[in-house]
């Protein structure tokens, strides 16, 4: 399919990541240091593309290119349309429960849409916000200085002084004041996204819904914005229902790349991270559907040095009935294999916990990895650490894999129709707050 393009695409995607955004959730300082891509494996030798940890679609040069998660795929199976709907159906779920991002709950009868994980981002934001728009419209108090026949707000005494009384022109008075007005930041920033999806999506009912947001927001300044300038907008109670819009928003700005490349050659990638999705959806799942489980993320109160250089983040540290564990979660493939002991977990992963447990002086240590389509699941993998130089302290370190797919949708792509992201994936939820008590309970 590239034959001959490796090399062109292998550019372009190594522009796109030195232009990513560098900062947000979804981002480490340690990437910084980190100047070719980390997007796409390029096998040389047989031609072929590999997809690392990103989700996502790429514009390049015509055709498109959709990174799927790599647990739903199966390379005994043909990959299929309705694979690819499916596929997209679970990033949508998954990303409902992340903390960064709020999804409307939407039918998912997304017709032609489904070809394309971004367009469904697209017509979701676009359907959205076109019915919020048409009912209210964000308005805001921004300081506003003009001259005036009338005092009203504060006198600009300098400007008044330089530009008017010294001109003779007395009357008109220099002042600055708070005005409840539609162009605001915020507004700009809804004009900003609608603007470049309006120049990405090729569907044509998409592109009609976001040329009416253009047309409601007509009065509204262009501007150049960042995602945390966005993400950094707060609403009073009256505009709450702003936030999703600006959770996509922020979620566009963050993770899309558009630019000129050779020519004019109009570029474009959408791209997440699916090892911090993954930490983010089991974070955001045991926070709102486990009352049992209290859940704090990213602790960064521990360091494994005494000077503080290298600090110790484990993804998630639970309560339960007074007890702390410490649980981290790995966008891995791991299975169940008699003739391999380690079950994929990477010897790695194994002193970082262990690092973990001695640190923070917790004995219960959690490695959650999700499940796949391919291999028997890990019911259970259990190592035990005794440390001599701490008081022959016991580290217990476990790891699971825990259900994030819906199986029968793969295999039958009419159980999503009419329906709901929710109702397609109840099943599924259950399984997966039946099992994360299973875990807990039993340590």
């Known amino acids: 399919m590239f034959e001959g393009d490796f090399s062109e695409l292998e550019t372009f995607l190594d522009e796109i990541w030195l232009r990513r955004e560098k900062s947000g959730f979804y981002y480490t300082a340690e990437q910084d240091r980190i100047e070719s891509q980390r997007f796409l494996q390029f096998l040389h030798k047989t031609n072929e593309l590999k997809s690392n940890k990103y989700i996502g679609v790429i514009h390049f040069d015509g055709r498109n290119i959709n990174l799927l998660p790599k647990i739903l795929y199966n390379q005994n199976e043909k990959c299929t349309d309705e694979n690819v709907q499916s596929a997209h159906l679970h990033v949508l779920w998954w990303l409902s429960y992340c903390r960064k991002v709020k999804f409307p709950n939407y039918q998912t009868s997304l017709g032609d849409t489904k070809s394309d994980f971004f367009e469904i981002l697209i017509y979701l ?23 005036l026949s009338f005092i009203k707000g504060r006198i600009l005494t300098s400007e008044y002084i330089t530009e008017n009384l010294a001109k003779g022109r007395w009357h008109k008075i220099n002042c600055a004041y708070d005005a409840f007005v539609i162009d605001n930041q915020f507004n700009r920033i809804i004009k900003q996204v609608t603007t470049m999806l309006f120049q990405t999506t090729e569907i044509g009912r998409i592109r009609s819904t976001l040329g009416e947001i253009l047309f409601i927001l007509d009065e509204v300044s262009e501007i150049q914005a960042t995602a945390d300038e966005c993400a950094n907008i707060q609403f009073n109670p009256m505009f709450s229902c702003f936030e999703t819009v600006r959770d996509y928003c922020t979620l566009f700005l963050r993770h899309s790349v558009s630019f000129s490349y050779k020519n004019d050659l109009k570029l474009f990638a959408f791209l997440l991270p699916m090892e911090y999705v993954f930490e983010d959806f089991i974070y955001g799942f045991i926070d709102k559907e486990i009352e049992e489980i209290q859940a704090k993320s990213q602790d960064s109160s521990t360091y494994l040095d005494k000077e503080k250089v290298y600090a110790l983040k484990p993804d998630l540290l639970l309560k339960i009935d007074g007890r702390r564990i410490i649980t981290d979660t790995k966008y891995k493939m791991v299975y169940a294999d008699q003739n391999d002991l380690k079950n994929g977990i990477s010897q790695t992963d194994i002193y970082q916990m262990l690092a973990y447990g001695v640190r923070f002086k917790i004995n219960d240590i959690v490695l959650l990895y999700p499940d796949t389509v391919k291999r028997e699941a890990l019911q259970q993998s259990s190592i035990i650490v005794r440390d001599e130089f701490t008081d022959d302290i016991e580290v217990n370190i476990k790891a699971y894999q ?8 793969l295999n039958d792509f009419a159980l999503a129709e009419n329906k709901t992201i929710m109702e397609i994936f109840e099943e599924t939820k259950l399984a997966l707050i039946d099992r994360i008590k299973e875990i807990y309970i039993n340590l």
Request: aromatic content about 12%.
């Open 402 to 409: 825990v259900p994030v797919i819906q199986r029968a949708l």
């Open 125 to 147: 934001f676009s359907k959205y916000t076109r019915e919020l728009l048409s009912n209210t419209i964000y308005q805001h108090y921004e300081e506003e200085q003009r001259e």
